[in-house]
Each structure stands twice: as C-alpha cells, then as structure tokens.
C-alpha cells in the first residue's frame, strides 16, 4: 500500500464536491433566470393591464410618465400594427410591429411575451403585449419592454453569495475531506508498515488498530495469518536443522537432482569428498558433475525402473573412491518430484576386505608351508628313516627350523594383537636414539657381512633425546634396518641419518635395494603384504615387520613414511616427536 492512497482518496472527495457544486450551479443558474425573468414578466403584465384601463388618447400623453412608473419602455400599436406612440423613440423611425411575436400571442391569447436581442439598444430585452378593446373590438395594443441586464445584474450578485458560500463550504468540506480521507488511510498506512517490517524480516509483533470497521477484521486476520505463517516458518526451520545436522552428522554423502535433472543440493560430507576432485558440482547434471559411466546408467535404470536403485562406482582415477550408490525419489508435489542419490565411501571397507582376504590366504600359506615341511619329514622319520643317524639328524634340524618359523610368526602376530588392543606396557622414558641405533647394528653387521653390504651411521653425535619405549624402540630399528639389509644386493650400502625437523626428530634409512613401484607403497605397513611374495619368501620374511613398526611409531605419538623409486632404492622415514620441557 503506497502513501499516495491518502491523495487518492481525498482527490475523489474534491471531485465529488467539485462535480456537485457544477451541477448545482447548473440548476440554480436556470431557476434564477426563470424566476426573475417570470417576476419581470409579471410585473410588466401587471402594469400593461392597468394602462388598459385608460384611454388610448390619454396614454399617448402620458406616455412617458407611464413609462417612469413601470420602469419600462411603453410602445402603443394600432390593430394593423403601426406604432404611434412611444416613450423611447420616434414613431416616424419605427417599423410595424404587426408581425412581433408578442403582438401576435397577444392578439391570439389575450397576452403575449417574447424575449429577444434589441439591435437598438444592444441587450436582451423582454417584450410583453396586452391588447386595446372597444367593445369586444381589438382597436390596438400596448406593448411595454424591460432590458434583461436587471436579470444579469441579479443573476451576478446571487452568484457572488453562492461564490462565497462555495468557498466557505469547500473549505469545511475540504478539512472533512482531509479528516475523512486520513482516518480511512491510516489503519491501512498502519497494516503497510507492519507487513514492510514483517517483510524486511524485523520483529512485527502485532497490529493494534482502534478502530471498529472492516479495518480491524482485516487487522485481526493479518495477526492471524502472520502468527501462523512464522509457527509454519518455525517449523520449517526447525526441520532444516534437524535435516541438516542429520546430513552433517551421518557417513553417508546426499545429493538431491531437480525436476530438470540438476544437481541443487550436495550435504556437507559429500561436498567435502567432491570439492577436492570435481570443485563445484551445484547446477550440473550427473554426467556434466562426475563424467562417471557407470553413475550415469544407474540414473538412466532409475529412470526406467522408477525404483530404487543401488550399485558401486569409483570416483576418480588417482587415488580412487569407491562409492555405494543409491538412487531413490523424493515425493514433492505432483510434477515437482525429485531425486536423491545417497553416496557411502566404502573404500576402506573393501580394502579391510581385501586386506582380510590377503591375510587369511596369507596366513594360511605362512602356517601351511612350514607345517608341510614339519608333517613330511616326521612321516619320513616315522617311516624309518630314524634309524639313519645323518638324515635323522638333518630332518630334525628342518623340522626345527620351520617350527622356529611358526614360533616368530606366531610372535610377530601376538605382537601386533597386542599393540591394537593396547596390552602391551610401554615404559617411556628419555632415550637417545643414537645409543639405540649404536645397540642394533652389532645385531646386523654378521648379516651385512655375508652379502658385502657397508652400514653407514651418519647421524649427528648431538640430537635430542625422545620419550620412548627403549625396547620396542630397537624392535623398531631392528625391523627396518633387517628389511634394508634383506633386500640389499651384494656390495651395496644401507645409509642412516638423523634430523631435528619441524618438533620431531627425523631418523631416515636408505637403502640401495631394487626399490618399490609407486602403487604398492600406500600397502607397505599392512599385514603380510610383500611386494614381490616369492623373493620375500626365499629370504625368510613373514611379511609382519613393516606392520609391527607401523603400529609402535603410532603407539609412541610418531610415523613412518615410506619413499622409493624402481631401481633406485627405498627411503624409510620414522618420525619421533621431541619432548617438550
């Protein structure tokens, strides 16, 4: 509601008082000018009579005289309508009045009267006849004229009292008007002003009208309609929010298509997996946002089927995500229907699913060759070959050996069973890793010996000492350090270094072995896992010490970092975090 409904308002009151005193002046203009025009009339017939009465000889003496009494100019006409008398002018200058109007009406009906512009005198004039009988006998007529500017000049001065009385009026009317048109417009001035507030998101409370009309109802239902419509938005709101935590909070990753097939909603668990790989997927369809095949004929069957529809894709080409895909339809109003496809990140499901089918073939190997070995040499001894000091001899010297196998398997499983389910009882204290890089390599050198590989200590005399496990901390160095000798060739070299970087200290061994691809080092650490399963094998490796060293950095608050290149040796990085005193 504009501020100009006041004007309008009041506008149509002026022209209502405008158009009434047009039409009242109408009217009033025409009764006075016949009122006073049939009062002139009256009057000059009044006086044409009474001259009647006299003689004609006699009023052509006193003609004049006649003429000063009734206020008018007195014509007298013979019945063939020649003037010979007149008050005005001179009877030789004067044509016959037979023919005017007035002499003939009065002939005819007695009296006669015409009005009509008098080129003599310049004016409108009004003409009344009465005749002059002798004996029943019409001898002549008596004309008598007035000029109408009395009328005009009458007309006028009860104009000018009209004139003032409209003013007068107008301006009552007018303040009404105003009165009037403000006491209508304000309650809706009042209502418009609520609902701007209420528009601009302000709090409106409520409207207070004291009024008793049509206004107040209007009042009282926009307060009703308003209370309902922010209980309605409160509602809204409230079930946003519970949406939106719910979305937030859970796993799975939701998007929501349009009736035009575009994507308008991504939850936040999802917007977080997809930003890094595809940016911005808002507006886009399916094809457009993920250029996924097999996505795309999930949501084509969908489209088919108009059912729900599940299935697994991978997102991305490095690094990969695989998703389960579920494509439903949100129920909206008829022809507004849309889409929803719910993404849950199984990608660590299926690698613990690998890694669980890894281990148990893994396992059932590492338990089944040596258990193999161990069941044909006794059946070879029970079958007599115990009687054969040597080969019984040899045999038990195998059997053992492969026992011995189980028994660091076995070891090295319990070990990492522990530190998962938090058994083992570390005893930190401040240890120097340099004393227990300087305890393990006496460990090794026997091994390093065999195969000409030089073992080279460079790390610094001065490095800060960290809190550890002083044990495990060298189950740790033995580990890596065995693994780097392992897999070594003959005559080549395992280099140590240590650096104090970014709060932690840094103890790096490098090696100048045949090296790791690039896509099997993201699987060194987990259980059993080998990167070349026959030659790890021959060297006697359970495919459990890059696990167990894994798992302890992590229980001591640090990490290992692996780097390597084809044919170029392998970097292992273990990250120990300093003391902070």
Do not use: C, W
Request: charged share 25%.
């Amino acid at each position: 509601m504009k501020r100009n409904l006041f004007l309008k308002i009041f506008i149509s009151y002026l022209v209502i008082i405008f158009f009434s005193f047009l039409v009242l002046n109408v009217f009033i203009k025409d009764e006075i000018r016949k009122v006073m025009t049939g009062k002139i009339e009256g009057e000059l017939l009044t006086s044409a009579e009474l001259i009647d009465l006299s003689s004609a000889i006699e009023m052509s003496d006193q003609l004049r005289q006649i003429a000063k009494i009734s206020g008018s100019r007195v014509t007298l006409v013979d019945a063939q309508g020649k003037v010979f008398a007149d008050s005005e002018k001179e009877i030789a200058q004067m044509e016959n009045h037979f023919s005017r109007p007035e002499i003939q009406e009065s002939r005819l009906r007695g009296k006669g009267k015409s009005i009509r512009f008098s080129q003599s005198l310049g004016v409108d004039m009004l003409y009344v006849a009465v005749p002059i009988k002798t004996k029943a006998q019409i001898t002549g007529y008596v004309r008598l004229a007035r000029p109408l500017h009395d009328v005009q000049s009458l007309i006028e001065k009860v104009y000018q009292s009209i004139f003032l009385t409209i003013i007068v009026v107008s301006i009552i009317s007018l303040i009404i008007a105003l009165f009037i048109s403000y006491k209508i417009a304000e309650p809706i001035r009042a209502m418009e002003r609520f609902t701007e507030r209420l528009r601009q998101g302000e709090p409106s409370g409520s409207i207070i009208l004291k009024t008793s009309d049509e206004t107040k109802k209007l009042a009282d239902n926009i307060n009703y309609l308003v209370e309902e419509l922010q209980n309605k938005i409160r509602q809204a709101f409230e079930e946003k929010s519970k949406l939106m935590t719910a979305l937030t909070s859970i796993n799975e990753g939701v998007l929501i298509l349009n009736t035009a097939e575009k994507i308008e909603f991504v939850s936040p668990s999802l917007a977080n997996i997809l930003v890094s790989r595809y940016g911005d997927v808002g507006g886009k369809t399916l094809m457009e946002a993920f250029r996924n095949v097999e996505l795309q004929k999930a949501f084509q069957q969908f489209k088919q089927s108009h059912g729900t529809v599940s299935s697994e894709i991978i997102l991305g080409s490095i690094d990969p995500v695989i998703m389960s895909v579920s494509i439903s339809e949100v129920h909206d109003h008829p022809g507004e229907e849309k889409d929803m496809v719910v993404f849950h990140d199984v990608t660590r499901l299926k690698k613990l699913e690998r890694i669980r089918t890894d281990f148990v073939a893994n396992v059932t190997h590492e338990i089944r060759t040596p258990l193999t070995a161990i069941i044909g040499y006794l059946e070879t001894l029970q079958t007599g070959a115990i009687d054969n000091t040597e080969d019984a001899k040899r045999f038990i010297d195998i059997i053992l050996k492969q026992a011995q196998r189980l028994n660091r398997l076995v070891e090295d499983l319990m070990t990492i069973s522990k530190i998962e389910l938090g058994e083992i009882n570390f005893r930190f204290e401040n240890v120097f890793l340099l004393d227990i890089i300087g305890s393990v390599l006496p460990l090794l050198e026997a091994k390093a010996a065999a195969k000409k590989i030089r073992i080279e200590n460079h790390a610094p005399g001065k490095i800060l000492p960290v809190r550890a496990d002083r044990d495990r901390l060298s189950q740790v160095f033995v580990n890596v350090l065995d693994n780097a000798v392992k897999f070594t060739p003959e005559g080549g070299s395992v280099i140590i270094d240590a650096e104090e970087k970014a709060g932690n200290v840094v103890v790096a061994i490098t090696d100048t072995g045949a090296g790791i691809p690039r896509e099997e080092i993201q699987r060194l650490g987990e259980r059993f896992y080998r990167v070349d399963k026959t030659r790890s094998r021959d060297l006697g490796g359970t495919g459990l010490g890059l696990s167990i060293v894994k798992h302890l950095m992590l229980a001591h608050g640090g990490k290992m970092e692996i780097e390597s290149q084809l044919g170029r040796g392998t970097k292992v990085s273990l990250f120990f975090p300093i003391q902070k005193v």
